[in-house]
């Protein structure tokens, strides 16, 4: 014990048997809680909407990477009516292949289904308007974090967004060894966000989710 490389490995590999067992579902997506999807759908679009548009300095609405994607409910219900195509990376592959059919028609648009771990995934250059990363930075290491938001930094077209939302914990990392995660304060996302050389330009708190689960924040990045 106490060997780091070893550790990490663990962490990885759990969450990967973890996920491979979960119903390729909106409610397996979401552990039980397929409920709070249209207001978080909702929540997130109101947000995004926000920056998008033709103005100057306004996010453009070419091409969107869905990160930690699932089956696609987010592509599904947020990027494809807003973007013309979407990328999508997720680290189980009966996740993508059940997003081929999830998605219908509309998903003729998404141009790729990376399989592959975001520790791992490096995204085009300059590729994307926006990267939406949303309940998955829980299953990376900080310092994995720190790199793989460095990439996309890089990934962005001029004005684009890189988007984090997620479960914020009220004090400290909250470890979570059923789904081999951890569960972070916002102060230590913060700090994370800027070691990536990245700024937080707007912040909300997801409202209306049911009162005993994590607080949720949403974070626009650039
Ligand atoms: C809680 S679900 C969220 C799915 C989707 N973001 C949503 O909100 O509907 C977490 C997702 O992260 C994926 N995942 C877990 N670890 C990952 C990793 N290291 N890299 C990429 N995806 C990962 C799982 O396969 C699962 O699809």
Redesign the pocket.
């Given at each position: 014990m106490g060997d780091l490389a070893e550790d990490e490995t663990t962490f990885?590999s759990n969450?990967e048997d973890y996920?491979r067992e979960v119903a390729p579902t909106v409610d397996g997506?979401?552990?039980g809680y397929g409920s709070i999807s249209n207001v978080d759908i909702n929540g997130s679009k109101a947000f995004l909407k926000k920056f998008l548009g033709e103005a100057d300095g306004k996010t453009g609405k070419g091409c969107a990477l869905d990160c930690?994607?699932?089956i696609g409910?987010?592509t599904k219900r947020l990027l494809l009516p807003l973007f013309d195509t979407v990328d999508m990376?997720?680290?189980?592959r009966e996740?993508l292949d059940e997003a081929k059919k999830y998605l219908g028609a509309d998903g003729k648009r998404v141009d790729n289904y990376f399989c592959q771990?975001?520790?791992d995934f490096v995204p085009g250059t300059g590729r994307y308007d926006v990267i939406w990363i949303?309940?998955?930075i829980g299953?990376?290491t900080d310092e994995h974090l720190v790199e793989f938001l460095r990439r996309c930094r890089d990934a962005l077209r001029p004005n684009g967004l890189v988007v984090i939302k997620d479960n914020v914990s009220y004090e400290g990392v909250v470890p979570d060894d059923v789904d081999s995660s951890v569960c972070r304060d916002l102060g230590i996302v913060h700090r994370l966000v800027g070691q990536a050389g990245l700024r937080v330009v707007h912040e909300e708190q997801q409202l209306d989710f049911p009162k005993e689960i994590y607080q949720v924040h949403t974070l626009a990045l650039r």
């Open positions: 990885y969450a996920w997506m979401l552990g930690g994607a699932g409910r987010i990376v997720d680290v189980t996740f771990g975001l520790q949303q309940w998955v299953h990376l």
